[in-house]
């Protein structure tokens, strides 16, 4: 691997903050060398970032990022509506070629909008197969990855090859990770995301995170507390009773968790990741990420879906920061008082898209800020835009401004995959066709299905729908 000089950029290294440096960065063997001013380095690829914004790539810790063939679909759903069109009906007719298209697309949608590092909650598991290439859409991409092998039993509604036997979903979690993450040093790693931790019976949560810790999983993402939908199954409460609070527990969305239950995570060392667009869309509570972080809790964003918004990191931010601020602002305002300042700051939430978001996932001595001797994840982000002139603070640009488009340049591990703001790895005009048509094939079979008869019968499963 050449050796890559990053120069005459405005840096954010996040790692102590998000003060701005001018530094030049020294890229080796897909490490940061070196970060400081005038370096030189012979035989270098030279990369020019004057006029652009250098910092670390996103790290975006819950999508479930076989949807992307479904954009658009889920536009004015409530979580009820996801449940019974996303879950119980659309997945259905996903063959294992559309998982592998879906996560594929879908990942290179979120290099180009400068996300090096996913989590991907994958509940598209129809078959084994399917397993296998929605590994495989990952790995191609060239994008960091934790791909959390899903339980979720989908509804069998279309033809598939599904093993007779029950406990195959168990079995081929054990076999693909041997084929695929056994011993390996590569940038997709292994985690598990049970079946649904809230609405499973607790027994069989337990022996699937156990099966996850004996499989050495990164991550276990687990869906919880999700506002007024919460089932009452208390089960930070109850994995602490039972030894089971670990660090490597990743709660997802956690609007109605008590203050209790954010110290228990917090001591557990686990992780909780925000998608403030569903939350706030769905119904699923106010977002928790800064009452957690208030907590001292490692909290992350998420983009959660692209069937209904974009796959970047940028409305995550605006939209947890703004919601929070209003929240408060409405707080003085409910008292006849206005606010002499606001509260939180933009670099609260750039930090979770960046830093933060690595700690959730305990990766942080890898990735999330720019620092010697870290994995060189790193973006540049073109400040010369209508948009983004005059870019006087950097992390404004970056949290109020910024698009997918302003970013130029994307590394993962020190490979160049995105550069003059073309992936580089990727010919989307040739595989367009081919993705259009498997969201066309998709959408047939689900037209086929009698909706309003499928939410009647899955009604009872949240009581509190009105």
Request: charged content about 20%; hydrophobic content about 45%.
């Amino acid at each position: 691997m050449t050796k890559k000089l990053i120069k005459n950029g405005r840096v954010l290294t996040m790692a102590e903050g998000a003060k701005e440096i001018a530094a030049d960065i020294l890229v080796e063997n897909g490490r940061i060398a070196d970060i400081a001013p005038n370096l030189a380095a012979d035989g270098a690829e030279v990369i020019d970032a004057a006029g652009s914004i250098v910092m670390p790539g996103f790290v975006d810790t819950h999508r479930h990022v076989w949807q992307t063939q479904l954009r658009t679909v889920a536009t004015d759903w409530s979580l009820f509506d996801y449940f019974v069109e996303m879950r119980l009906s659309y997945s259905t007719f996903y063959t294992a070629e559309d998982a592998y298209l879906g996560n594929y697309v879908g990942a290179l949608e979120a290099v180009d909008a400068g996300v090096t590092t996913m989590v991907d909650h994958c509940h598209i598991l129809n078959t084994p197969e399917h397993a296998e290439e929605a590994v495989r859409g990952l790995q191609e991409s060239g994008l960091r990855s934790i791909f959390c092998y899903g339980t979720f039993p989908n509804e069998p509604r279309a033809p598939m090859n599904v093993p007779d036997d029950p406990g195959w979903r168990h079995r081929t979690a054990r076999e693909l990770h041997a084929k695929h993450f056994s011993g390996s040093k590569g940038l997709t790693h292994f985690g598990f995301a049970p079946s649904e931790a809230e609405a499973m019976p607790f027994e069989d949560l337990v022996a699937e995170i156990k099966l996850a810790r004996e499989l050495g999983a990164a991550a276990i993402s687990c869906h919880a507390a999700m506002g007024a939908y919460a089932l009452g199954a208390d089960i930070v409460e109850k994995l602490h009773k039972e030894g089971l609070l670990g660090p490597d527990l990743l709660f997802v969305h956690g609007a109605a968790f008590t203050d209790r239950e954010l110290d228990l995570i917090a001591e557990a060392g686990a992780g909780i990741s925000s998608t403030p667009e569903t939350e706030l869309q769905m119904g699923m509570g106010f977002p928790v990420a800064h009452r957690a972080t208030a907590h001292g809790v490692k909290t992350g964003l998420g983009v959660d879906i692209v069937s209904n918004y974009a796959g970047d990191m940028f409305m995550p931010m605006r939209l947890g920061l703004q919601s929070t601020r209003a929240t408060r602002n409405a707080e003085y305002e409910a008292r006849g008082r206005a606010p002499a300042i606001i509260t939180p700051d933009a670099e609260s939430v750039l930090r979770m898209a960046t830093l933060g978001g690595a700690e959730a996932i305990h990766m942080e001595k890898e990735i999330g800020s720019l620092e010697k001797g870290k994995s060189a994840d790193i973006i540049i982000v073109s400040t010369e835009a209508m948009h983004m002139t005059p870019a006087f603070d950097a992390v404004g640009a970056m949290v109020l401004n910024a698009r997918p488009t302003d970013i130029s340049t994307v590394l993962v591990a020190g490979n160049v995959v995105k550069r003059d703001g073309r992936l580089v790895h990727a010919d989307w005009p040739a595989l367009r066709g081919k993705f259009a048509a498997s969201a066309e094939r998709i959408m047939a079979g689900f037209k086929t299905l009698d909706i309003p008869t499928i939410a009647d019968a899955a009604r009872p499963i949240m009581p509190h729908l009105e």
